[in-house]
Nanobody, 124 residues
Framework: QVQLVESGGGLAQPGGPLRLSCAVSGLTFSSTAMGWFRQAPGKEREFVAAISWGSGSTAYTDSVKGRFTISRDNAKKTAYLQMNSLKPEDTAVYYC?????????????????WGQGTQVTVSS
């Protein structure tokens, strides 16, 4: 059974950090990728970052470059999203998603498995 389980969301202060984790089970990891997406209230889901499980290559949307870092631990089958210098506009439900063919595209339709989402709220 495929499972993606996110954790680490919560309330953060503007300028502060937060780290999200996504534990994966029931999947193999060769030539695959993991992405992070987010959806704010009243907005469409948007791509945040992606990483290749094999090569470690990464991709980011412009609004998070230099602030967010995506990483993975192959042994733990876990992907991470380290978020620094958080802004109120980063407030959203964050989802991890698994892609069988590691194109790391920002198109969410090309990701086959999704986590349940974790709320991130940035507020003072």
């Amino acid at each position: 059974q495929v499972q993606l389980v996110e954790s680490g969301g919560g309330l953060a202060q503007p300028g502060g950090p937060l780290r999200l984790s996504c534990a994966v089970s029931g999947l193999t990891f060769s030539s695959t990728a993991m992405g992070w997406f987010r959806q704010a209230p009243g907005k469409e889901r948007e791509f945040v970052a992606a990483i290749s499980w094999g090569s470690g290559s990464t991709a980011y949307t412009d609004s998070v470059k230099g602030r967010f870092t995506i990483s993975r631990d192959n042994a733990k089958k876990t992907a991470y999203l380290q978020m620094n210098s958080l802004k109120p506009e980063d407030t959203a439900v964050y989802y991890c998603a698994f892609q069988y063919v590691a194109t790391m595209t920002p198109n969410d339709e090309e990701y086959e498995h999704w986590g349940q989402g974790t709320q991130v709220t940035v507020s003072s």
